[in-house]
């Protein structure tokens, strides 16, 4: 266990000031109030605080094609007319729109992430959290579910060049669809989505008969919930499907996606989550004592989406947030209660115990057909599992973990080319002001 965790926090004020449009439910605004939240409650002082670098084209072209790249490049919302097919061909439009400053918007989020990744690589910090991030529809070719670059997948592509295996968690409301395709073909990813499915709900993707193909069969587990499921039911499940997939893969690090649509009273999302059973995911990942890379996601109800982020800052930082709401710069929103929490909804659970048994019992026999991860030292169990909350009477750990792993060898990709920053270019390891 270690003895005190290392956080970096990225942020950059500029990626809070686009505007979608005024009926567009994405409101990058949610970013800042989530930072001034942050700052009020003084979380700022026991964290570092970094400005993410712009991620250069060449960066993002890492996964995405090289040809979408560039048309985002020089795409702008007076030119848009005169390029209908390739806004077509993209995907680009009523949820995706063009809107000022898109390009650097993107290249903002994506770096945050990068960055975060890079810090973790080079040991500099335990946990890294960009809020910014987490858009996690976005495809190769295409923008998708108000997403444009798949931050997370570039994320994950840089702690690979490190980590032989890493683990993708997404607890957005939405399926974890973009990042989930990019890695559907290989071991070296396991993602784990927790999401609505059915009655079309978007991107409706994400069924539990969705494993992975080739070698990734059995590597992608989708857990598809349905409306209003409850903080006791979301965090039975979420505990002892994350423990299984830690006990059979073994990953090096861990991405978290914090989407916090899966709030109760969310504009488009249908689930019953409080803010406590939400950060609880957070608290428990958290314990598994691994590089730890957590961003956003969705949440279109931005007061609470702040709340959300905020308390799981101070979870990440091991910190209880007073109730009462400290004067802040965007203290109005947060009325008439001022009040850090949010309560579970009082929507109908229809996710009944016999469906979340069928669901576990698939996942669990998707795992068991997995190849135990190689190359995994008895003292690294140890360290993963020292210090776990499984108190839970399903956390209980079965003794066949400790004989389920081989030793192998596992091929990290070489680092991709990245360009030499230019002197005059804003380090992206400068520490920012704090206020």
């Not at 539990?208 to 209003?228: C, F, H, Q, S, T």
């Not at 030793?407 to 520490?431: G, K, S």
Request: charged share 25%.
């Amino acid at each position: 266990m270690r003895t005190k965790d290392r956080i970096s926090y990225f942020y950059d004020g500029d990626v809070g000031n686009v505007y979608f449009g005024p009926n567009h439910p994405m409101k990058p605004h949610r970013l800042c109030m989530t930072h001034h939240l942050v700052l009020a409650y003084e979380l700022h002082n026991k964290m570092e605080i970094y400005r993410p670098h712009k991620a250069y084209p060449v960066e993002l072209a890492q996964f995405h094609s090289p040809d979408y790249v560039e048309f985002l490049q020089r795409i702008s919302p007076d030119k848009q007319q005169l390029f209908a097919n390739e806004m077509a061909k993209y995907n680009l439009g009523e949820d995706c729109p063009v809107f000022e400053n898109l390009f650097e918007f993107c290249q903002i989020y994506a770096g945050g992430t990068l960055d975060a990744a890079r810090r973790l690589n080079n040991r500099l910090c335990d946990i890294a959290i960009n809020w910014a991030g987490g858009l996690h529809h976005a495809k190769k070719c295409e923008a998708s579910g108000f997403c444009y670059i798949n931050d997370l997948v570039l994320g994950i592509l840089e702690l690979l060049k490190y980590h032989a295996r890493v683990l993708y968690i997404d607890i957005d409301v939405h399926h974890g669809d973009g990042v989930e395709e990019a890695f559907y073909f290989t071991d070296r990813v396991m993602t784990v989505s927790f999401h609505k499915y059915g009655d079309l709900f978007f991107p409706g993707t994400g069924d539990v008969k969705d494993v992975g193909e080739k070698e990734g069969k059995n590597y992608a587990i989708n857990v598809p919930l349905r409306d209003g499921i409850d903080d006791g039911s979301f965090l039975r499940l979420f505990k002892m499907i994350i423990l299984k997939v830690v006990e059979c893969y073994a990953p090096g690090a861990i991405v978290l996606q914090c989407g916090a649509d899966s709030l109760a009273g969310d504009r488009l999302g249908c689930f019953n989550l409080s803010i406590d059973g939400h950060a609880a995911c957070v608290k428990f990942v958290k314990q598994l004592n691994l590089p730890l890379l957590v961003t956003g996601g969705g949440g279109y109800t931005k007061e609470n989406v702040a709340r959300c982020w905020t308390v799981e800052t101070g979870a990440l930082l091991g910190v209880e947030l007073a109730s009462e709401i400290p004067e802040n710069e965007y203290f109005k929103y947060f009325a008439p209660d001022y009040s850090l929490k949010c309560a579970s909804g009082h929507m109908e659970n229809l996710n009944s115990k016999s469906y979340l048994n069928n669901i576990r019992q698939q996942v669990c026999e998707n795992l068991s057909a997995i190849q135990h991860a190689p190359g995994v030292q008895m003292q690294e169990v140890n360290r993963v599992l020292k210090g776990l909350d499984c108190s839970h009477e399903s956390m209980i750990l079965p003794m066949a973990f400790y004989y389920s792993f081989v030793h192998a060898e596992a091929v990290v990709p070489p680092d991709f080319y990245i360009p030499e920053l230019d002197e005059d270019e804003q380090n992206p390891d400068e520490r920012v002001n704090r206020k």
